[in-house]
């Protein structure tokens, strides 16, 4: 069949994901339903490329999580944040860092350091949100046949 190179693909959005530029191109492939049972990307399979795409996607919204990112900053153990959390879950009005910080695991500087890195992370995730609501956006487009230049 035709082969196709692509260069210079803008991947800002996803160099925090670690998404490769071969999922970015299998992802947006089958949003537009222009996958087939015989297409590969660099010879890997696109079906493997999404499924990579997607676990990436949601590990990285799973780090939006307080406790995950003190946990992986090594500021609290992970013994110490299912504590926290058992003690949240007792006391849902409780906040995960007010809990944390009553325990001595942390302190108030830590809780804030890590909220600055998940609001960095959920702009992180709102580009991407972004850049798929674009491809969902040609996608409509290009079934209903109504798309021009100016609109890619």
Do not use: H, W
Not at 85 to 103: D, F, H, R, V, Y
């Amino acid at each position: 069949m035709d082969d196709v190179v692509i260069s210079k693909l803008n991947l800002e959005t996803f160099k925090p994901l670690g998404i490769t530029p071969e999922e970015v191109i299998a992802n947006a492939l089958r949003e537009s339903g222009l996958l087939s049972s015989e297409t590969t990307i660099n010879e890997l399979s696109p079906v493997e490329l999404c499924a990579s795409f997607l676990e990436k996607k949601t590990n990285y919204q799973q780090l939006t999580k307080l406790g995950n990112l003190l946990v992986k900053n090594r500021v609290i153990t992970l013994q110490q944040l299912k504590e926290a959390l058992a003690e949240q879950a007792a006391n849902p009005s409780m906040k995960l860092g007010n809990i944390l910080i009553s325990m001595g695991a942390c302190s108030r500087f830590d809780i804030e350091r890590c909220i600055q890195s998940q609001d960095k992370i959920r702009d992180d995730m709102k580009k991407l949100n972004d850049y798929e609501d674009r491809v969902d956006f040609l996608r409509r487009k290009l079934s209903s046949g109504r798309v021009s230049n100016d609109q890619i």
